[in-house]
């Protein structure tokens, strides 16, 4: 079984599975695990691990359009190096506070890899669930994607400065909570634009077409098939969310990221160009390095 058939039947057995992160009242929650095979090359120093684990959940958060009100982790490894450790605490602490958030603790354990499990909380009245689009509304993304396809080329590359420093993302936490007053579905775009569109396609009973001159492609990532990297390598932690036409210009003002609108809401299927979209991604459990 596959991750996206586990994924399939936990969504069978818990109601309330399907969105970026679960939600209990007015409050959000959202676990993920992160192992040093699978999402962090050769390279990647603690300090980037702790921020980018951090991040990734705080990500979830924003995805819901909740404003973050702290996280936690479980922090494993075959030994327990004072740098290693330290590292790792400053780079959870240091994205929290990008987000206005505290990193309040959480665990150590052995393990025979580095592994790390983080858990996210927001709160929010009005949570952006990922079945909400209509058609005839708009999809767009926040920033540009492509960021973590491009840090993969300079780990590749030995550039491992430039390679941290592109894996550090700041999460579009602000921006959800802007978003949550306008969009009707939102999710992160960690699985990749293409992925994304399919899953709330998917979940909302409806179509996209989107095309590929409108995509916002980072400036750090090269190659003639950037575009098809951008849209499919996944772990950007951008936004998707669909919103009505009007309401785009209040939107974009409200945000501190570019918001650009990609396609629209269709009756059905998937389209780039008038083309069938792949639904290509991100799977968890392939090599960091892609």
Same mark, same amino acid.
């Given at each position: 079984?596959?991750?996206?058939?586990?994924?399939?039947?936990?969504?069978?057995?818990?109601?309330?599975?399907?969105?970026?992160?679960?939600?209990?009242?007015?409050?959000?929650?959202?676990?993920?695990? @992160?192992?040093?095979?699978?999402?962090?090359?050769?390279?990647?120093?603690?300090?980037?691990?702790?921020?980018?684990?951090?991040?990734?959940? @705080?990500?979830?958060?924003?995805?819901?359009?909740?404003?973050?009100?702290?996280?936690?982790?479980?922090?494993?490894?075959?030994?327990?190096?004072?740098?290693?450790?330290?590292?790792?605490?400053?780079?959870?602490?240091?994205?929290?506070?990008?987000?206005?958030?505290?990193?309040?603790?959480?665990?150590?354990?052995?393990?025979?890899?580095?592994?790390?499990?983080?858990?996210?909380?927001?709160?929010?009245?009005?949570?952006?669930?990922?079945?909400?689009?209509?058609?005839?509304?708009?999809?767009?993304?926040?920033?540009?994607?492509?960021?973590?396809?491009?840090?993969?080329?300079?780990?590749?590359?030995?550039?491992?400065?430039?390679?941290?420093? @592109?894996?550090?993302?700041?999460?579009?936490?602000?921006?959800?909570?802007?978003?949550?007053?306008?969009?009707?579905?939102?999710?992160?775009?960690?699985?990749?634009?293409?992925?994304?569109?399919?899953?709330?396609?998917?979940?909302?009973?409806?179509?996209?077409?989107?095309?590929?001159?409108?995509?916002?492609?980072?400036?750090?990532?090269?190659?003639?098939?950037?575009?098809?990297?951008?849209?499919?390598?996944?772990?950007?932690?951008? @936004?998707?969310?669909?919103?009505?036409?009007?309401?785009?210009?209040?939107?974009?003002?409200?945000?501190?990221?570019?918001?650009?609108?990609?396609?629209?809401?269709?009756?059905?299927?998937?389209?780039?160009?008038?083309?069938?979209?792949?639904?290509?991604?991100?799977?968890?459990?392939?090599?960091?390095?892609?």
């Amino acid at each position: 079984m596959d991750e996206r058939a586990a994924l399939a039947l936990v969504g069978d057995l818990v109601d309330a599975a399907g969105d970026d992160a679960a939600v209990l009242g007015e409050t959000v929650v959202t676990i993920d695990m @992160l192992h040093e095979t699978t999402d962090f090359p050769a390279g990647t120093t603690r300090y980037t691990a702790g921020w980018r684990a951090v991040g990734a959940s @705080l990500s979830d958060v924003a995805a819901m359009g909740a404003a973050a009100t702290g996280a936690v982790g479980v922090y494993g490894a075959p030994a327990f190096d004072p740098e290693d450790v330290e590292a790792f605490v400053r780079g959870a602490l240091d994205v929290c506070e990008r987000v206005d958030t505290d990193y309040v603790g959480g665990d150590l354990d052995g393990h025979d890899e580095f592994t790390v499990a983080t858990t996210a909380l927001g709160e929010t009245p009005t949570p952006v669930p990922r079945d909400g689009a209509n058609v005839g509304e708009v999809v767009a993304v926040t920033g540009a994607l492509g960021r973590s396809a491009a840090a993969i080329e300079a780990f590749d590359a030995g550039e491992t400065e430039r390679a941290n420093e @592109l894996f550090r993302f700041v999460p579009r936490v602000r921006a959800g909570v802007a978003l949550r007053e306008h969009a009707s579905a939102m999710m992160d775009s960690s699985d990749g634009l293409a992925r994304s569109l399919h899953q709330l396609a998917e979940a909302s009973d409806a179509g996209f077409a989107v095309e590929s001159a409108a995509i916002p492609v980072h400036d750090a990532l090269g190659g003639d098939d950037r575009l098809a990297r951008a849209t499919t390598f996944g772990e950007d932690f951008e @936004l998707v969310c669909t919103l009505p036409a009007d309401a785009v210009a209040v939107a974009r003002d409200a945000l501190d990221v570019p918001l650009t609108v990609v396609g629209e809401v269709t009756e059905r299927n998937v389209t780039m160009d008038g083309e069938a979209l792949p639904d290509r991604g991100y799977t968890h459990g392939e090599s960091a390095s892609r």
